[in-house]
């Protein structure tokens, strides 16, 4: 899962936001209201999303229906399994991230961990 470029991850806001299905014209009126952008660019890069498996969308009438794939949350933990992935050395990588988090944060992850039923072994 490769980190979301400005317009993709413009774009995936919204429907992450929205939670619901939308048209790229509505993306597009959406983000004019901040700032020009062209129809035909949104489509081209929302049509890249799907390619990439990141969107899903379904035909109604003449136009597609774009849905995001996965949730943000999910998206986010590829992200990060992607970055240590890239590590040569995981724990080290861990460890100084866990030396990053807020205490609230590190509380949230021992809780998951504790949560987390452990592997049955030989």
Do not use: C
Not at 6 to 31: K, Q, S
Not at 70 to 79: D, G, P
Not at 98 to 119: C, F, K, N, Y
Request: glycine content about 4%.
């Amino acid at each position: 899962m490769r980190r979301l470029g400005d317009l993709e991850a413009e774009i995936m806001d919204r429907l992450w936001t929205w939670d619901r299905p939308a048209t790229v014209r509505e993306v597009v009126d959406d983000i004019n209201r901040q700032r020009p952008i062209a129809y035909t660019t949104v489509m081209t890069v929302a049509d890249i999303l799907y390619g990439k498996g990141v969107l899903t969308r379904e035909k109604q009438g003449r136009a597609w229906l774009y849905r995001p794939a996965l949730s943000r949350e999910a998206y986010t933990a590829a992200l990060m399994q992607e970055a240590l992935d890239s590590s040569r050395d995981r724990p080290a990588a861990l460890a100084h991230f866990i030396d990053e988090i807020s205490p609230d944060e590190l509380e949230v992850l021992r809780g998951l961990l504790d949560a987390r039923p452990t592997p049955e072994g030989p």
